[in-house]
């Protein structure tokens, strides 16, 4: 450290030889003033002798030099200071930057870096295997905002597994983390979550198979099997509510998925060109997105499975639907499709479930309908189909579920040969516009717990043999023109909850084996009405 100057009169020849408290200011004053007066005098001498003056340099006063030299340490400082500051404020800001910019990236989702790269080695090979299965390449796979990049630094420094650069699996199981970073999927405990040190195939909702058994499936001719080729290998993934409205291009790479549930995922629009390419799959759940053009999934000819219900589909269904002929499962309910739905699926003979309910399909329910012998579940309701029920549905013998309801303009009469299904469960005719007498053969229908013809023109009698269907839990008959009397049988219907009659023209005395039903607790509700039905059990909310 540099000692401190004095800037005070040190003593020295012809000077003050030391400070006083007294009288100082003035004693310096007059040494300037004399000084200044003998240089004045000396300059106008060489003018009058001639000389023409020439700058000269200042008079060396003790004081004058000590106050300079003071001046010159001060002005060093003041520069040392400001140097200071020029080095260290852009430095600061550069930190401030920088963690700016680190904070940036927690808050964005992309990883730190580790802090130590103890084998960069293991890195470099890990990449090289990786990038084969990037479809950006390296510049996405480096990229540190990416979820590939994330899940290149998981597999190198977090994955509990430690794989071998060369595992049969590395790029199986980075592809399921890409699909996972940006996942809205909540963490959990679970031993068998996404990231956690099993297999990937022990994963939740991940399914795989052996590659000897595909081999056999498949064949060794029509798939390149490799080294490289997984001894377990991914086939179904359930990723309902994890993909937020996006769909990683890495999935198309998950070459042998036979199933696939994307249920509730906000995607919106077009399905991603690259899912066409999963030529594997024969199950598709797209249910409950925004979706409203799948114009390309003809191309899935293998597929068996195909739900679309619940999105933004509007008009006719794209023209490649007609290479699905292998569906076993259609469910387009809750769209706006129009068209002629039966026209496309004619051929359909493999299909089992049709679930159509609350679109805009018309036309008529085709004859052929009869030949798709494998059907347990035909539900039509909220449409605008025509022309009555054709007879060929008796020999959809394996029908559990059929409903129709809200075709207004179905009409005709209620096929009695559907007294002939004796598989069937629910079957639901409401608000269809039928005519015509209830069919007896209904009392066949052993297995049969709902049955609703409200809201047509049925009339005639009730027929008695309805009391054979003893599974009954809800029977709904109201609003038609039935008449005549209400059938003692209905009493041996002793599963029965619910009975809704009013609105027709019955008469006489509700029968007191339905009354006995609903004093013994088992029918909780009778809905008449009282005007014309003599009902001593249908009293209070139960008689309209």
């Known amino acids: 450290m540099m000692p401190e100057e004095d800037c005070s009169l040190h003593e020295s020849s012809g000077r003050p030889t030391e400070k006083s408290s007294t009288g100082s200011k003035d004693d310096q004053s007059s040494y300037y003033e004399s000084a200044l007066a003998t240089k ?13 003056p020439t700058p000269s ?9 000590h106050k300079q030299k003071c001046r010159v340490i001060s002005i060093a400082v003041v520069l040392a200071m400001v140097v200071a500051v020029a080095v260290v ?8 930057s ?24 293991r890195e470099a090979a890990i990449a090289a295997r990786l990038v084969l299965v990037t479809p950006g390449g390296n510049e996405t796979l480096m990229e540190p905002s990416t979820p590939q990049y994330r899940a290149l630094q998981w597999l190198v420094y977090d994955d509990e597994m430690t794989l071998d650069p060369a595992a049969d699996h590395l790029q199986q199981r980075y592809l399921l983390m890409v699909i996972h970073f940006p996942s809205t999927m909540d ?11 099993v297999h990937e195939c022990e994963w939740d909702e991940v399914k795989c198979e052996d590659k000897m058994d595909l081999m056999y499936e498949y064949g060794q001719d029509d798939v390149a099997w490799t080294d490289d080729t997984p001894q377990r290998i991914v086939t179904g993934l359930t990723l309902r509510q994890r993909l937020g409205g996006q769909i990683p291009e890495e999935l198309s790479l998950l070459s042998f998925l036979q199933y696939l549930d994307l249920e509730n995922n906000k995607l919106v629009g077009s399905l991603p060109s690259h899912i066409y390419e999963l030529h594997k799959l024969n199950t598709l759940i797209l249910s409950q997105n925004q979706l409203s053009n799948v114009d390309g999934i003809g191309g899935f000819k293998h597929l068996e499975h195909l739900s679309l219900s619940m999105n933004n589909f509007k008009g006719p269904l794209p023209v ?15 769209n706006e499709f129009t068209g002629d739905l039966f026209q496309v699926i004619n051929d359909f003979e493999s299909l089992e479930t049709i679930d159509v309910a609350f ?106 043999e309805l009391g054979n269907a003893t599974s009954l839990t809800t029977l709904g008959l109201a609003y038609n023109e ?11 219907l002793t599963n029965l909850k619910e009975l809704v009659i009013q609105n027709n023209n019955l008469k006489g005395v509700m029968p007191q084996e339905i009354c006995t039903l609903r004093q013994e607790g088992i029918l909780k509700s009778i809905t008449a009405s009282c005007d014309n039905i003599d009902c001593t059990c249908c009293d209070g909310s139960y008689c309209n």
Do not use: Y
């Open 40 to 52: 004045l005098a000396a300059e106008d001498d060489r003018v009058e002798d001639g000389n023409t």
């Open 359 to 464: 679109n805009d399909f018309n036309g008529t329910l085709s004859p052929l309908i009869g030949n798709m012998t494998n059907l347990t579940t035909i539900l039509l309701g909220n449409n605008q189909f025509s022309g009555g029920i054709p007879e060929e549905i008796q020999f959809c013998n394996k029908l559990q579920d059929l409903s129709v309801e809200a075709n207004h303009d179905l009409g005709g009469i209620i096929p009695a040969v559907l007294g002939q299904l004796t598989s069937l469960v629910f079957l639901n005719l409401s608000t269809c516009g039928f005519k015509g007498p209830l069919p007896a053969s209904f009392g066949n229908l052993e297995k049969l717990k709902f049955l609703d013809v409200s809201f047509n023109n049925l009339d005639g009698a009730l027929p008695k």
């Open 89 to 96: 404020v852009p430095l600061a800001l550069t930190q401030t």
């Open 187 to 197: 963490a959990s405990d679970d031993s068998r979550q996404w990231g956690s040190a």
């Open 482 to 492: 039935f008449d005549g009397l209400i059938p003692s049988e209905f009493g041996s």
């Open 320 to 334: 490649s639907f007609e290479n699905l002929k292998h569906l076993k499962t259609l469910d387009l309910h809750t």
């Open 57 to 65: 340099q200042p008079p060396e006063f003790p004081a004058a030099r």
């Open 98 to 121: 920088a963690d700016g910019d680190k904070n940036d990236a927690v808050n964005s989702g992309a990883p730190e870096e580790p802090t130590s790269r103890k084998n960069p080695e």
